[in-house]
């Protein structure tokens, strides 16, 4: 796991549009402004309260009659996943040191998206943000003021200000 051809910072390498070669730390700051201005931040360990926000977003109308759809959705969201033989590498291990020194963007990049989840959610919980149920034409501007690119809005602030709402976030979350 310490060849060459070991994987790294994919996810930021994604973002960027940079699959090889060095990165950089304007590859950085392009992968994170992509997902600022592009995405609607979803997280695994926040799943139930993430679909949710997909679905409020997106305008997305469930039939929540049949009460099979309900149960699939429950199981889906609440039950765990499936067991696996791997065991878990631990935080003291070769194999952790060596994915962690492969992938510090990633990792960066990562805990920037927590941040972004939690403003993000500031923002949609507030209604600072309109939402559609057909996806507006690229470029449109939207009744406040906040400009709609692809399918997403550029609604959040600029970064600077996203450490500084996260952080206020996570305080008020953790009083």
């Known amino acids: 796991s310490t060849g060459h051809m070991i994987e790294n910072n994919w996810m930021t390498r994604f973002l960027s549009n940079k699959l090889g070669g060095e990165l950089t730390s304007n590859d950085e700051a392009i992968a994170r402004e992509v997902l600022r201005s592009k995405c609607l931040v979803g997280l695994l360990k926040r799943k139930t309260e993430s679909y949710q926000r997909f679905k409020d977003y997106f305008g997305w109308k469930l039939d929540d009659s049949d009460p099979k759809k309900l149960e699939c959705e429950e199981r889906y969201l609440e039950w765990g996943f499936e067991k696996t033989s791997y065991s878990p590498i631990t935080e003291d291990s070769e194999e952790w040191r060596v994915l962690k020194d492969s992938n510090t963007m990633d990792i960066r990049l990562y ?28 470029g449109e501007i939207m009744n406040g003021g906040d400009m709609m690119v692809g399918n997403m809005v550029n609604f959040v602030p600029d970064e600077d200000l996203i450490d500084l709402i996260s952080a206020n976030l996570l305080q008020e979350n953790n009083a």
Do not use: N
């Open 111 to 138: 805990e920037y998206a927590e941040k972004l989840f939690e403003v993000q959610g500031a923002f949609l919980d507030g209604d600072h943000v309109d939402r559609y149920d057909d996806p507006p034409v690229e």
